[in-house]
């Protein structure tokens, strides 16, 4: 999974993203940064080249995207870490940052308690999180292609999970039951360019948990052609483009 989302996926859905919070990081001019869910290191490679003088401690709960990101992006301290229980000392950050990683946490307010802890006052949080699926291009055609493969037994997997934590009144109220306070929400809307809608359709069935949904069905090989067939004649042959929103969040520890 973690060679099928760093070849697939990370060059169109996440290096813009990650451009982009690594800008408004480097503005904030931290000494010490802990990335959660740092995934095979897009968000890491930025943030180091746009503030070259802070440490980065990078960590991720899966192992092997654990070792995937430290052989990349050697400049960063790689930590396997569970974002709800952080195994850092209080105070050891003046910056923690997560680039599309807050909707996988099974307790938010948890995992952002653990944040709150090891931020040292006034510590910022810095993340991002997908806007609804029909914001995103790319998303919003794979689901349509799997639906009409699938007729009511597509998985739900993108609109329930990396699409489904959407409303920043419910961010901000999260992250206030962890004593953190929402500073902004910057709705971003980006460009992705992949080589070809086949590119993304696989990454999308290779390098994500629909996978998982599929592998045990027999007509698993069929339905991937067809999935596939379906999204290019959605976005068209060759290099496509497509729109893609998320929502840029800041917050700070709140005393």
Not at 142 to 169: K, S
Not at 187 to 212: H, I, K, N, R, W
């Amino acid at each position: 999974m973690p060679e099928a989302y760093e070849r697939h996926l990370v060059p169109v859905f996440f290096r813009p993203f990650a451009a982009d919070l690594a800008a408004r990081a480097a503005a904030l001019r931290p000494r010490r940064v802990l990335e959660l869910a740092a995934g095979t290191g897009a968000l890491t490679s930025a943030l180091l080249t746009a503030a070259p003088t802070a440490s980065v401690v990078a960590s991720d709960l899966n192992e092997a995207m654990v070792a995937a990101g430290s052989a990349r992006e050697p400049r960063a301290d790689w930590r396997q870490a569970d974002a709800q229980e952080l195994p850092f000392e209080d105070g050891d950050f003046d910056l923690v940052v997560c680039q599309f990683g807050v909707m996988f946490f099974p307790d938010r307010p948890a995992a952002y308690a653990e944040v709150r802890r090891v931020l040292a006052p006034p510590g910022r949080f810095l993340f991002n999180s997908w806007g609804p699926l029909a914001t995103h291009g790319f998303g919003s055609a794979f689901q349509a292609a799997l639906e009409e493969t699938m007729p009511g037994r597509a998985p739900a997997f993108l609109e329930d999970v990396p699409h489904g934590y959407t409303n920043p009144a419910l961010v901000a109220s999260d992250l206030a039951a962890a004593g953190l306070t929402l500073d902004s929400a910057d709705e971003v809307t980006l460009d992705g360019v992949a080589v070809s809608a086949a590119s993304v359709a696989t990454g999308f069935l290779t390098g994500t948990p629909v996978s998982a949904a599929l592998e045990a069905r027999e007509d698993a090989q069929s339905i991937r052609a067809s999935v596939t067939q379906k999204m290019t004649d959605r976005l068209g042959a060759g290099s496509v483009t497509a729109a893609m929103t998320a929502t840029v969040y800041t917050a700070h520890r709140r005393e």
